[in-house]
Nanobody, 121 residues
Framework: VQLQASGGGLVQTGNFLRLSCAASTRIFSSHLMGWFRQAPGKEREWLATIRWGTGRTYYSDSVKDRFTISKDGAKNTVYLQMNSLKAEDTAAYYC???????????????WGQGTLVTVSS
């Protein structure tokens, strides 16, 4: 499967963005889709995960009040709605697929190419 992330860009503090990640093949109900980000010089950080079959969501404490993960099963696409953006949200954002719940990047077996989000103050 190939994952294509999009929707990044340059926004001002307090604004919002919605990232999309489209899969080239069907995402099965046993899969989970996650979003991560990586800022320059920092490790890749887990943000959110959604179970494809049930829609149950999981969030990092750092974004749970501002970010929302969702899915469109018909389009095999997962989204990340990001509100009240801060300068510290500046990073490359990645989507990824897993077969069991995890917040660890190594447990995700397919990755999108990343989309850059820059938040200016």
């Amino acid at each position: 499967v190939q994952l294509q992330a999009s929707g990044g860009g340059l926004v001002q503090t307090g604004n919002f963005l919605r990232l999309s990640c489209a899969a080239s093949t069907r995402i099965f109900s046993s899969h989970l889709m996650g979003w991560f980000r990586q800022a320059p010089g920092k490790e890749r950080e887990w943000l959110a995960t959604i179970r494809w079959g049930t829609g149950r969501t999981y969030y990092s404490d750092s974004v749970k009040d501002r970010f929302t993960i969702s899915k469109d099963g018909a389009k095999n696409t997962v989204y990340l709605q990001m509100n009240s953006l801060k300068a510290e949200d500046t990073a490359a954002y990645y989507c990824a697929r897993a077969t069991s719940y995890s917040t660890t990047p190594k447990d995700y077996d397919h990755w999108g190419q990343g989309t850059l989000v820059t938040v200016s103050s």
